[in-house]
């Protein structure tokens, strides 16, 4: 898909990689539906309208990711959409109607959205690593891991992991709703993501990385997650 003339959306578009998104689809000559909740917010869009391009090509739309519809006037019109905005709650009195409803709610509603709209080409969806690294199998060295090794939901929720579960189940949701609906459906899990920052606030990861340096925080606590460098994240403007 070109540049050319094509207008895409990105959901929680003042986000780490959602922002990056923005600026690498403003590069190649797209036009962006950018989605957040307050557009006169500066510090959520201020970086966002300092972009090359954002003046002509760059629309700021208010919305509600729990909110059923919010997203059909905008994604109507769109080729692509690349869905990155999630609530990230790791606790919670309760864990299913707080975390868990939230997660799966959210992306139905933008997936919903899109089955109404013929000439969207394409879904993104940014998952997490978090829906595939927690299913309390061991990882033996004969082990495969493929596109069918997900997080159990069972395990996620028995070891209190709520926001694991929730993810799970979010991208559960997503590929039973794209196969029923005929939506082509990217999914990608990245897990930590470091690298320039856009935004003037720091990131939950970068958060991390400046945790370790001050000692508040020991690298041997993070020897689940996977880290991944900003700039490898620009493969998914190419999907598209």
Same mark, same amino acid.
């Given at each position: 898909?070109?540049?050319?003339?094509?207008? %895409?959306?990105? @959901?929680?578009?003042?986000?780490?990689? !959602?922002?990056?998104?923005?600026?690498?689809?403003?590069?190649?000559?797209?036009?962006?539906?950018?989605?957040?909740?307050?557009?006169?917010?500066?510090?959520? @869009?201020?970086?966002?309208?300092?972009?090359?391009?954002?003046?002509?090509?760059?629309?700021?739309?208010?919305?509600?990711?729990?909110?059923?519809?919010?997203?059909?006037?905008?994604?109507?019109?769109?080729?692509?959409?690349?869905?990155?905005?999630?609530? %990230?709650?790791?606790? +919670?009195?309760?864990?299913?109607?707080?975390?868990?409803?939230? !997660?799966?709610?959210?992306?139905?509603?933008?997936?919903?959205?899109?089955?109404?709209?013929?000439?969207?080409?394409?879904? %993104?969806? @940014?998952?997490?690593? +978090?829906?595939?690294?927690?299913?309390?199998?061991?990882?033996?060295?004969?082990?495969?891991?493929?596109?069918?090794?997900?997080?159990?939901?069972?395990?996620?929720?028995?070891?209190?992991?709520?926001?694991?579960?929730?993810?799970?189940?979010?991208?559960?949701?997503?590929?039973?709703?794209?196969?029923?609906?005929?939506?082509?459906? %990217?999914?990608?899990?990245?897990?930590?993501?470091?690298?320039?920052?856009?935004?003037?606030?720091?990131?939950? @990861?970068?958060?991390?990385?400046?945790?370790?340096?001050?000692?508040?925080?020991?690298?041997?606590?993070?020897?689940?997650?996977?880290?991944?460098?900003?700039?490898?994240?620009?493969?998914?403007?190419?999907?598209?």
């Amino acid at each position: 898909m070109s540049g050319a003339e094509k207008v %895409v959306c990105v @959901t929680g578009a003042s986000g780490y990689v !959602a922002s990056w998104l923005v600026k690498l689809l403003l590069q190649r000559g797209y036009t962006v539906k950018a989605t957040v909740r307050d557009p006169n917010d500066p510090k959520k @869009t201020q970086h966002l309208l300092a972009l090359d391009g954002a003046k002509e090509r760059l629309h700021l739309l208010k919305a509600e990711l729990l909110e059923e519809g919010c997203f059909d006037s905008i994604v109507d019109g769109c080729h692509g959409v690349f869905h990155t905005a999630s609530p %990230v709650i790791f606790s +919670a009195a309760d864990p299913q109607a707080e975390i868990i409803d939230p !997660a799966i709610k959210g992306t139905l509603n933008v997936l919903k959205s899109c089955a109404k709209v013929p000439s969207i080409k394409r879904v %993104v969806m @940014t998952a997490s690593v +978090a829906s595939v690294l927690y299913n309390g199998k061991p990882l033996t060295p004969d082990v495969v891991v493929d596109e069918t090794w997900f997080s159990d939901a069972r395990f996620c929720k028995e070891n209190k992991l709520w926001y694991m579960a929730s993810k799970t189940l979010a991208e559960e949701a997503a590929w039973r709703f794209a196969e029923d609906n005929m939506i082509n459906l %990217v999914v990608l899990n990245p897990g930590f993501v470091i690298g320039p920052l856009l935004q003037p606030a720091l990131n939950s @990861t970068s958060d991390i990385i400046l945790a370790l340096t001050k000692g508040l925080l020991m690298f041997e606590m993070l020897h689940m997650h996977i880290f991944k460098h900003l700039r490898s994240l620009q493969l998914l403007a190419d999907i598209a």
